[in-house]
């Protein structure tokens, strides 16, 4: 993986999973816990926002993996620090609420007041904790 000076090193399937974990928290009832706002926030959101996109009878997204995504989860849920979710729930799940979509890990910073080199330190660290939960 290469890196530029504004990258952090996550390696791009470490990426991939956690991209994989936050489709799967938003698409679906999250188990055991109705009181989680994800589903219900991404049904809202899709039902005021969402066009769907005439995908044919031939071509559809793929579906997130629900085994891996439950992986991530566990890790998350059972690993993670407080702060460590909130930085990946700001990087990955709500990146519009969080100001990462509009200002880049800059603004997802500054809505969580850490400074930028805390928030990509401490997002590392739970990316790191993923990795290990895969065995790499």
């Given amino acids: 993986m290469k890196h530029g000076r504004h990258e952090i090193p996550i390696p791009s399937w ?12 938003l698409s679906a009832e999250y188990p055991g816990r109705p009181d989680w706002p994800g589903p ?3 049904r809202d959101l899709i039902s005021r926002f969402y066009r769907a996109p ?12 629900e085994a891996h995504a ?15 979710r909130r930085i990946v729930d700001a990087e990955y799940v709500h990146p519009w609420a969080s100001g990462r979509w509009r200002n880049g890990r800059v603004g997802a910073a500054r809505h969580l007041k850490l400074s930028l080199n805390s928030y990509e330190a401490i997002l590392c660290s739970a990316c790191l904790k993923v990795e290990q939960a895969f065995g790499q």
């Fill in 40 to 42: 219900r926030m991404a």
């Fill in 54 to 65: 005439d995908w044919g009878d031939d071509v559809r997204p793929l579906p997130p993996n």
């Fill in 70 to 84: 439950q992986r991530v989860e566990q890790v998350v849920q059972k690993r993670m620090q407080p702060l460590e």
């Fill in 14 to 25: 470490v990426d991939h999973e956690m991209q994989n974990w936050a489709r799967w928290s």
